[in-house]
Antibody
Framework: QVQLQESGPGLVKPSETLSLTCTVS??????????WGWIRQPPGKGLEWIGT???????YYNPSLKSRVTISVDTSKNQFSLKLSSVTAADTAVYYC????????????WGQGTLVTVSS | QSVLTQPPSVSAAPGQKVTISCSGS????????VSWYQQLPGTAPKLLIY???KRPSGIPDRFSGSKSGTSATLGITGLQTGDEADYYC????????????FGTGTKVTVL
């Protein structure tokens, strides 16, 4: 059974870069069957898709975040990562990683999420 | 700001039925499959419905989904206290600002 686990700093200073990693277990991130994505949820608010990566490195980003987002994959560690630059308090959120089957348009399963607070 | 609109909240007594609407446009719901997610308090979202009306293994048939034109609906029958959660619709948007989009979310309260 595939499991995803987010990790990274829980506190980031304004203007700095937020960096998170999602470790995948129970499945190979190199599988051609899946995309791997990041979604976030500000406290008390709804879900926002950040972006998705294929094992080959092809990426798809939310246009509203595209200029600040980089998603990469490390097949040797079975991990994929998120970098969000020039963060502000508006980027404070729970960040989730999730899997999406190639050709499908839903996310399943999701990681448990990790809260990242942007504050000085 | 989400392009998919849901009512902020719905409520009903135990055993009753609720429906949650998700309104979009031809660039998203109108031309793509809709999925629904359940988010219990303090937990990650969980897939509830995919491809408009299909349930993943383990999801009871009290949960159902449908789609018509540019709107989709989630139905929950035999409401239970454990169904109190936030529910989100989601789909792909094929417009110039393409990407995956979620609904605004609906809080279900069991009275």
């Amino acid at each position: 059974q595939v499991q995803l686990q987010e990790s990274g700093p829980g506190l980031v200073k304004p203007s700095e870069t937020l960096s998170l990693t999602c470790t995948v277990s129970g499945d190979s991130i190199s599988s051609s069957n899946y995309y791997w994505g990041w979604i976030r949820q500000p406290p008390g608010k709804g879900l926002e898709w950040i972006g998705t990566i294929y094992y080959s490195g092809s990426t798809y980003y939310n246009p509203s975040l595209k200029s600040r987002v980089t998603i990469s994959v490390d097949t040797s560690k079975n991990q994929f990562s998120l970098k969000l630059s020039s963060v502000t308090a508006a980027d404070t959120a729970v960040y989730y990683c999730a899997r999406r089957r190639f050709g499908d348009y839903w996310f399943d399963p999701w990681g448990q999420g990790t809260l990242v607070t942007v504050s000085s | 700001q989400s392009v998919l609109t849901q009512p902020p909240s719905v409520s009903a007594a135990p055993g009753q039925k609720v429906t949650i609407s998700c309104s979009g446009s031809s660039s998203n719901i109108g031309n793509n499959f809709v999925s629904w997610y359940q988010q219990l308090p303090g937990t990650a979202p969980k897939l509830l419905i995919y491809e408009n009306n299909k349930r993943p293994s383990g999801i009871p048939d009290r949960f159902s989904g449908s789609k018509s034109g540019t709107s989709a609906t989630l139905g929950i029958t035999g409401l239970q206290t454990g169904d109190e959660a936030d529910y989100y619709c989601g789909t792909w948007d094929s417009s110039l600002n393409a990407g995956y989009v979620f609904g605004t979310g609906t809080k279900v309260t069991v009275l």
